[in-house]
């Protein structure tokens, strides 16, 4: 069974850093890109950051780049969204994504069946 499991969220101030963790079980996990998206309350899901099984040119949202960096460990299944700088509007439900292609998480969609995704990790940023 799959399981996709994210940690790392919590509480922070504007300007801070957080570093989100993700790791996947039940699969292989150098098959899959991993990527990471984000939905704030009354907002559509949105692709945040994506990186895949090669490693090379991650993908980031406009809104986060320079911010945000995404790295991946093989290793230990895990895939990591360090966050600085960060912003009130960064404040959401953050998902990480284990999926066929980057383009997915681009585009913002998770596919039942294809693609695998954990319950999410809270994020808050105070003004």
């Known amino acids: 069974q799959v399981q996709v499991v994210e940690s790392g969220g919590g509480l922070v101030q504007a300007g801070g850093s957080l570093r989100l963790s993700c790791t996947a079980s039940?699969?292989?996990?150098?098959?899959?890109?991993m990527g990471w998206l984000r939905q704030a309350p009354g907002k559509e899901r949105e692709g945040v950051s994506c990186?895949?099984?090669?490693?090379?040119?991650?993908y980031y949202a406009d809104s986060v780049k320079g911010r945000f960096t995404i790295s991946r460990d093989s290793a230990k299944n895990t895939v990591y969204l360090q966050m600085n700088s960060l912003k009130p509007e960064d404040t959401a439900m953050y998902y990480c994504?284990?999926?066929?292609?980057?383009?997915?998480?681009?585009?913002?969609?998770?596919?039942?069946?294809?693609?695998?995704w954990g319950k999410g990790t809270l994020v808050t940023i105070s003004s």
């Open positions: 039940g699969l292989a996990f150098d098959d899959y890109d």
């Open positions: 990186i895949s099984w090669r490693r090379d040119r991650p």
């Open positions: 994504a284990a999926v066929t292609h980057c383009t997915v998480v681009a585009a913002g969609g998770l596919r039942s069946g294809m693609d695998y």
